[in-house]
């Protein structure tokens, strides 16, 4: 089917208030959910069901199940738990159930006797002696009354508060039924209807459908969200998602930048200084990146490196060129001791290069921050190293080019966004390097960062020894205690990382103390040192500085350590609690170990009884060492939006697409948005308004 591209425009569709029945203070509710137009309302979609269209039997209810039943009252009773109730017991022939009442009136009790019958709603849980609902809608029966039922599975809206599902479901209907009317514009933006599981729903069946469900449609396939219906819509967002990305990139891209040409002398220099040799990876990705830099809009790659894969030389790689040519470089790290690591990696490699550093850190006294801007400003220094304090502390750069941001996928467009306006004055946006160490799948990592180009370091520098690992219960810690006294005094060097959940960091770092006291009495000869956030920089670097020297056998620390915390010696990791943490955080913690020449070893000490979850999770990082395997597993466990970041930076919110179950779906977005975007440029504008409205302002970029 063909159509005139673009016929749709983003004010074709009036407001919700054409619809009869919306007033003030409906729509006041509805614009806090973002509906303003008729096409905001449809959609706005479900986020489940409820099966209200048939009757269930008693007898073959499961916990968990939400239905109707219909049935005679038993018995009834009003009992004195912990607190009042009313419990009434209702069977139907094939089975019986308890109800349970935690508020009710005097008449509502009256009415629930024997031999009444009723019809009630509600979600069927286990019990201590039989199946029971807690507060299920009811309806008393009376004889003659009809078994009612829906037509049609409910919806269950994401809404607000004041604002019923009843109104939605009500408002939502009418505007499906406005839809009906001949006037109304074109809601198949698609100049051609794509072709899902073989089917080709137009936009309004998918619409009705996933608004309305028959009672026969698959409720299992719904549930999942995976019916063709609500795929053809997740399609379309996925489509509008990848389009605004697109658009983005292409607008950023406009933008001009400095061109960084070679020589690339200091370059050759640092490679000269090192005793090894590039990983053929990294030379690819360092060439990918210097032919970036030459170009005269600004780079936006992501670089993707498992843990210890050598991502800091690129980013070196990388500024070093813009140092070169005369400009500034600045390289963000997400953590306060990470960024002190960073400066000293730095200062190790590029001092003797004659490279000039500065450094900025939250923490810093104002006469020692003040006199680190007056040197960014007037740009003596030439690389600065910091947190992100660095663009929230009014530093004005001499002629910044360059932007790396090291270890950091929470780090949205927006983000990326204010970034531009720090460039070489007159000159234009900075170059952008983003380095993360989460190993996500491609189709994933286009779809969720398709505003950046994209590199993979898929290889380790030669003669990394996998890590062993093993989980050990909490009952036998002071076995582990003792296998790393006698590691340390077999002059090997150790990590201890205590974790707390939900903790404060003032009780995280207190637990670190406790540990750091009680390993401290414990192991006589082992120089044991502690390292946690609150510490001054200065204390925390000393530390650092010794066991990275040698001189402390055994670090006891929270999780600052997380990344990029850079000990070749260190041998032993030893994880407190480790059924806390996600797989991410416990590979990244591993991967502090192994960098050296020595066997490594991670233990993994655990309180039982684990969820299935922390077991899945201990499981996996005891099967493999393959960064790209646990986040699998780790995406199956917390979805995307977590693993991703995306949750955090309000990037990648979905209404109906999920981008792990959906991802079969993403080489067709991939070329019907190239295709748009060639031919039909105002759809691409309808599309986005449609799916995005104005949570990513385009206009100004
Ligand atoms: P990550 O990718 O985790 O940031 P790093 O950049 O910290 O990894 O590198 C980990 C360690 O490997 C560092 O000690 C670094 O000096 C070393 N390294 C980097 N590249 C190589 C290489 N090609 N050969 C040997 N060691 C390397
Ligand atoms: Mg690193």
């Not at 209810?61 to 009434?88: F, I, P």
């Amino acid at each position: 089917m063909n159509r005139d591209s673009g016929s749709t425009d983003r004010d074709t569709f009036p407001p919700v208030t054409v619809l009869r029945g919306i007033g003030p203070k409906i729509m006041g509710h509805l614009q806090r959910l973002h509906i303003h137009t008729v096409q905001d309302l449809l959609f706005h979609l479900p986020i489940r069901y409820q099966d209200r269209t048939h009757v269930r039997q008693i007898g073959t209810l499961q916990a968990g199940d939400e239905c109707v039943l219909l049935g005679t009252v038993d018995h009834s009773e009003m009992v004195y738990r912990k607190r009042r109730m009313l419990l009434v017991s209702v069977s139907d022939g094939t089975g019986r159930i308890l109800l349970r009442f935690f508020y009710f009136n005097k008449k509502q009790q009256e009415n629930l006797a024997p031999g009444v019958s009723i019809r009630c709603f509600g979600e069927v849980r286990r019990g201590v002696s039989s199946l029971e609902m807690v507060h299920p809608e009811y309806e008393i029966q009376r004889t003659g009354d009809t078994a009612k039922v829906e037509d049609h599975l409910t919806p269950i809206y994401p809404t607000t508060e004041g604002l019923h599902q009843l109104t939605l479901r009500s408002v939502t209907s009418k505007a499906l039924r406005w839809v009906e009317e001949d006037e109304v514009p074109d809601l198949d933006l698609l100049p051609e209807i794509p072709e899902i599981d073989g089917c080709q729903p137009s936009v309004i069946e998918a619409l009705k459908f996933v608004h309305r469900p028959p009672p026969e449609a698959d409720t299992q396939a719904l549930a999942a969200g995976t019916h063709v219906m609500q795929r053809r819509l997740a399609f379309e967002e996925l489509l509008a998602q990848r389009l605004s990305l697109f658009k983005l990139r292409l607008q950023m891209q406009k933008q001009p930048a400095v061109s960084i040409a070679p020589p690339g002398r200091l370059y050759a220099q640092l490679i000269e200084s090192l005793e090894f040799a590039l990983t053929s990876a990294q030379e690819r990705v360092i060439g990918t990146v210097f032919s970036d830099l030459k170009k005269n809009y600004p780079m936006l790659r992501l670089v993707q490196g498992d843990v210890g894969s050598g991502k800091t030389l690129v980013a070196i790689a990388a500024c070093l060129q813009a140092i070169e040519a005369g400009y500034q470089a600045v390289v963000m790290a997400p953590t306060e001791i990470l960024a002190e690591q960073h400066l000293q990696n730095f200062a190790s490699w590029l001092s003797p290069l004659g490279v000039e550093l500065a450094w900025l850190s939250g923490r810093m006294t104002a006469s020692q921050s003040s006199e680190m801007k007056a040197r960014i400003s007037s740009g003596s220094a030439q690389a600065i190293v910091g947190t992100h304090a660095l663009f929230q502390q009014g530093v004005t750069f001499h002629n910044l080019a360059l932007v790396v941001v090291d270890e950091q996928h929470r780090f949205g467009v927006h983000q990326r966004l204010a970034l531009r306006e720090k460039g070489v004055q007159g000159v234009g946006s900075p170059h952008q390097l983003i380095m993360t160490a989460t190993p996500i799948p491609r189709t994933l990592a286009m779809t969720a960062y398709a505003d950046l180009d994209y590199s993979v370091i898929d290889e380790l520098p030669p003669g990394r020894m996998p890590v062993s690992t093993i989980a050990v219960p909490h009952e036998r810690r002071h076995e582990v205690v003792e296998r790393v006294a006698s590691a340390c005094r077999r002059g090997q060097q150790a990590y201890w990382v205590c974790t707390l959940v939900e903790e404060s960091e003032a009780m995280q770092c207190q637990a670190a103390e406790n540990v750091f006291q009680e390993l401290s009495a414990l192991l006589d000869g082992v120089r044991v040192g502690l390292v946690h956030g609150r510490m001054k920089s200065q204390e925390k670097n000393a530390v650092m500085r010794d066991f990275a020297r040698g001189r402390v056998d055994l670090l006891v620390a929270t999780t600052v350590i997380e990344v990029g915390v850079d000990v070749a010696n260190a041998s032993l990791m030893i994880i407190e609690n480790a059924e806390r943490l996600g797989l991410a955080q416990l590979h990244q913690l591993r991967g502090r170990v192994g960098r050296g020449v020595q066997e490594s070893s991670c233990v993994l000490l655990y309180s039982a009884p684990l969820t299935e979850n922390a077991k899945l999770r201990i499981d996996t990082m005891r099967a493999t060492g393959n960064g790209f395997e646990i986040a699998q597993v780790d995406l199956e466990i917390r979805g995307p939006g977590e693993v991703l970041g995306t949750r955090q930076t309000g990037m990648l919110q979905l209404r109906i697409a999920d981008i792990l179950r959906d991802q079969d779906l993403i080489p067709q977005v991939h070329e019907s948005a190239k295709w748009l975007f060639a031919e039909h440029p105002r759809t691409v504008d309808a599309l986005i308004h449609r799916w995005l409205g104005k949570s990513i302002e385009f206009g100004q970029v």
